[in-house]
């Protein structure tokens, strides 16, 4: 998916956990042909406007769309 992301292995109160940092990508990235966000704590599917708009959003590419 060509996405980087910083793995750091941490600790509290005697547990140890996994902190995964993505940084937003400046293009679209798509998963098996979908487009997915999350909100809170789940995952949505983006679809029909909101797929459109957010890949305007991503390319920049506003003229033409719509017209």
Known sequence: MGIIADVN????DGKQ???IIV???SYP??????????SGSTKQQLRG???????VR???EEKGIGE
């Open 49 to 55: 406007s909101a797929l459109t708009e957010f890949l």
């Open 23 to 25: 940084n937003p990508s």
């Open 29 to 38: 990235v798509s998963y098996h042909g979908e487009y997915h966000y999350w």
């Open 58 to 60: 991503k390319t920049g």
């Open 9 to 12: 292995c941490l600790g509290k």
């Open 17 to 19: 956990y996994i902190q």
